[in-house]
């Protein structure tokens, strides 16, 4: 557009203005410097494909300047020019109120970040990009590779590969070659255990086109699932459905040779079937039979919305944000109620329900523990608490949910082995990640010796990341940013504020009745039963990080409680005793 579009504007000096503010106060009585000429004098599409040619940053940041620029900036063309110059292969932008804008920051925000615990850099890295790929949805690591899923349906296959350097050396990266390996997937799982290495089979719930029947034109889509070797991508093995039901989420549970594939449908009933993994590889035909879950047929008036599996237990939760457990092993039942009083081994697949105080909107399930977050953004933690894994603040197992109380609306939970990791986001919209539990092998980053409550690990978190996961190398964060889902967390009644153990901010005495006193008279025992000034500042970074404090204000203490142990050395004297 530059020299024909507006020839007469490079001849005269032009000033622009703002329309909402007008003129720069005086401007008149400089000399020099042209008539001050408004942006509304422009036609509305010209200043729309102005717009779209700047990055997504700044045109986010103009939009704030004035109510004008903050419509120009909304507009659906601007982010139809700017979706297709960041993605120029994808043809449909999806549905919604806001199909281009959410198309276009959907592609702007995508990344998968990793951060590996052993080696010499110590440092957050970032995965290829595939260009063919529509934002970020899901993704899974396997035992040599990673996995991700877009919200156009296409599952790409990401490969770890032996690259060339800069200085000329020849050495192995993450995640750095992409394929495509299929198209038209809705979900996909893998083997539920942490350890990666189990991970050989991938298995992808699609939609797939099949040849009508005899006598009838035109072909109907079906839901299969299909399983691929993770190693090399090719697919071993293929069951299709009948055309009638329609699926939407895959988990598995159970040991290789009883492999229990349980299949949610759209309208929240589980169906399940069991594979032999150890025969996939081999040339043959396989019947397999589809079937009701218990949970379904005992409860027939529950609607699940999602589900969560490890290799003993699957946990649902249902569109009214109930939480129903199966639980298929007694060790593990032990570990999560404390108790094998309501355990029966002659039928496992019993659905157990759990008494929750408010909806549950997310959960995570370790193996021996598990997580929840309800409507209000009030983490719930309860199971085995060996190594802190539950972040209470001591190693006392729960065998009902726990709240834990300076923990408030999180992005996303993690549950694994024996830790358990957060992703919270501060009042300034800054991305941090706390963990708890043990921290052998790097798996707490700045805490090796573990922590039995959350504490902010030194990971620099990407500004859009929405999702985590943790293997036994590396910890594995994606970013991706949809302004068609966002969490909806509401605002707890003042009647259930009150009470509680943990002090609002701007709160009289009169709504803290003794709860933060007696947290701080135990935190102060604690500190003085450390017997050397370092284990008094170790256990003191841990209370800071217990406490209700912002973010700003942990990382505050945080650094100043690293200067002090710094500066005092080796110096073996207690902390001064505390005014009252």
């Known amino acids: 557009m530059g020299e024909k579009a507006v020839p007469s504007l490079r001849r005269r000096r032009v000033k622009w203005s703002c329309p909402s503010c ?60 700017i979706c297709r110059r960041l993605s120029p ?95 038209g997937a809705k979900d996909f799982a893998s083997d539920p255990r942490c350890d990666t290495v ?35 991508g090719q697919r071993v093995f293929k069951m299709t459905f009948h055309h009638s039901m329609s699926f939407k989420q895959i988990v598995l549970v159970g040991q290789e040779t009883q492999r229990a594939l349980l299949l949610l449908t759209e309208e929240g009933k589980i169906y399940s079937l069991v594979v032999n993994e150890t025969q996939l590889d081999q040339p043959r035909s396989y019947t397999v039979q589809l079937a009701l879950r218990k949970v379904s047929r005992c409860l027939p008036h529950l609607r699940v919305a999602c589900m969560a599996s490890n290799q003993s237990s699957t946990l649902y939760i249902t569109d009214q944000g109930g939480v129903y457990f199966e639980v298929h092993t007694p060790g593990v039942y032990r570990d999560l109620f404390g108790t094998l009083q309501a355990f029966d081994p002659l039928d496992q697949q019993m659905p157990l329900a759990l008494s929750l105080p408010a909806k549950i909107l997310f959960c995570a399930l370790g193996y021996n523990h598990l997580g929840l977050v309800d409507e209000f953004g009030r983490i719930f933690m309860q199971g085995n608490n060996r190594y802190g894994q539950l972040g209470t603040g001591d190693k006392m197992d729960r065998g ?26 501060g009042s300034d919209f800054s991305k941090e990640l706390l963990g708890c539990g043990c921290g052998a092998g790097g798996r707490l980053p700045g805490w090796p010796k573990g922590s039995a409550s959350f504490v902010k690990l030194h990971v620099k978190v990407p500004l859009c990341a929405c999702s985590l996961c943790s293997t036994r190398e590396c910890l594995y964060m994606l970013s991706s940013h949809d302004i068609g889902h966002q969490p909806a967390y509401r605002d707890l009644p003042a009647s259930r504020v009150l009470g509680t153990a943990e002090p609002s901010l701007g709160a009289g005495a009169p709504q803290d009745p003794g709860g933060a006193a007696r947290a701080c008279e135990e935190y102060l025992s604690q500190i003085h039963s450390c017997p050397t000034l370092q284990d008094r500042m170790e256990k003191m970074k841990e209370i800071v990080g217990w406490m209700p404090l912002m973010a700003a204000q942990k990382d505050f203490f945080w650094e100043a409680l690293d200067m002090l142990q710094r500066a005092a050395g080796g110096v073996g004297q207690g902390p001064p005793t505390p005014e009252s």
């Open 22 to 81: 007008g003129p720069e106060p005086g401007g008149e009585e400089k000399k020099g410097r042209g008539n001050p000429i408004s942006v509304q004098l422009f036609p509305p599409e010209l200043v729309e494909h102005i717009v779209s040619f700047l990055p997504v940053r700044d045109v986010v940041a103009l939009s704030q300047t004035c109510h004008y620029f903050h419509e120009v900036c909304d507009a659906e063309g601007v982010w139809r020019r």
């Open 198 to 232: 189990y991970r050989k089979y991938l298995y992808v719930l699609a939609t797939r086109e099949q040849p009508g029947v005899v006598g009838s034109t035109g072909s109907r889509t079906c839901d299969c699932v299909e399983v691929y070797l993770q190693s090399s």
């Open 89 to 183: 292969r994808l043809r449909e932008q999806g549905s919604g109120v806001r199909p281009w804008k959410r198309a276009a920051i959907l592609n702007y925000t995508k990344g998968l970040y990793f951060q590996a615990f052993g080696g010499r850099r110590r440092c957050l890295s970032k995965s290829v990009a595939p260009l063919l790929a529509h934002g970020y949805r899901r993704f899974l690591p396997t035992k040599d590779h990673i996995f991700i899923l877009d919200y156009a349906g296409t599952l790409f296959f990401l490969k770890n590969a032996l690259v060339s350097s800069t200085l000329g050396q020849i050495q192995w990266k993450r995640a750095c070659r992409y394929v495509v390996l299929c198209r």
């Open 400 to 425: 009902e949910p726990t709240q834990v109380h300076y923990l408030q609306r999180p992005i996303a939970l993690w549950c694994g082995l024996n830790h358990s990791l957060v992703l919270s986001q």
